[in-house]
Nanobody, 123 residues
Framework: VELVESGGGLVQSGGSLRLSCVASGRITRIDDMGWYRQAPGKGRDVVATITSSGVTVYADSVKGRFTISRDNAKKSVYLEMNRLKSEDTAVYYC??????????????????WGEGTLVTVSS
């Protein structure tokens, strides 16, 4: 199983970016998906999560500016980020709780992370 993020980069304060994450592998079911971020010198914090039925939860710091969405058929989750601020600068990680088929033919439930994509907001 692999989660791969894309869409990070350098943007000016007030600008927008759209992050994407696609899951691949012998996945049979994806439950909650989400985005987390880790700023320099700080811990990893939740940004937004979305259930398989589309229920969303946002961190207070991004409410009204960020929108999380998913495409279950494409095994993908997205994060639309608007009105970006310098304090949004961080490495953004995709997360998914999912069930996959192992080489032995068993179903394994796990929590998976992507490698991260860097978002830098210049003031």
């Amino acid at each position: 199983v692999e989660l791969v993020e894309s869409g990070g980069g350098l943007v000016q304060s007030g600008g927008s970016l759209r992050l994407s994450c696609v899951a691949s592998g012998r996945i049979t079911r994806i439950d909650d998906m989400g985005w987390y971020r880790q700023a320099p010198g700080k811990g990893r914090d939740v940004v937004a999560t979305i259930t398989s039925s589309g229920v969303t939860v946002y961190a207070d710091s991004v409410k009204g500016r960020f929108t999380i969405s998913r495409d279950n058929a494409k095994k993908s989750v997205y994060l639309e980020m608007n009105r970006l601020k310098s304090e949004d600068t961080a490495v953004y990680y995709c997360n998914a709780g999912l069930t996959a088929l192992t080489d032995a033919g068993a179903f394994e439930v796990g929590n998976y992370w992507g490698e991260g994509t860097l978002v830098t907001v210049s003031s």
